[in-house]
């Protein structure tokens, strides 16, 4: 039986959550939109909205993570694609064990370079190091 790739899933929880931050609508209201220009398996798109689930359960806790790991910068300037790629990662990190600790940072690192700036990569894998160490994450 081939592996199903979560790539997809985490690009579609990343861009379900920016929908939903940039239009203040709920996931239910901006699914349709999202949905539409994605092609998922049924384990892609569960998947997906289990990270989508957990980032919004955990919200406040992610949030106060980046601030803490984010040396000189304020979270609000931190580029969204990138907290919410790294708020995906985290949540990973903490409540998904099948994941492996290097299969979650190189998603992260690979799907922000893909989807917001050339930095984003090294500043994505930066603060997630900073968190591992906070929270004691070992790869």
Known sequence: MPRVSYRPARVFAMQLLYAMEITGQTAG???????????????QKKYGMKLVDLVQ??????DEDIKSCSVHWEIDRIAKIDRIVV????VELLFVPDIPVKVALSEAVQVSTKFSTDSSGAFVNGLLSGFMQKRNIKV
């Open 29 to 43: 209201d901006c699914l349709p939109g999202v949905l539409a220009a994605q092609e998922l398996k049924d384990d």
């Open 57 to 62: 359960a955990h919200r406040e806790e992610l």
């Open 87 to 90: 708020k995906i990662a985290m």
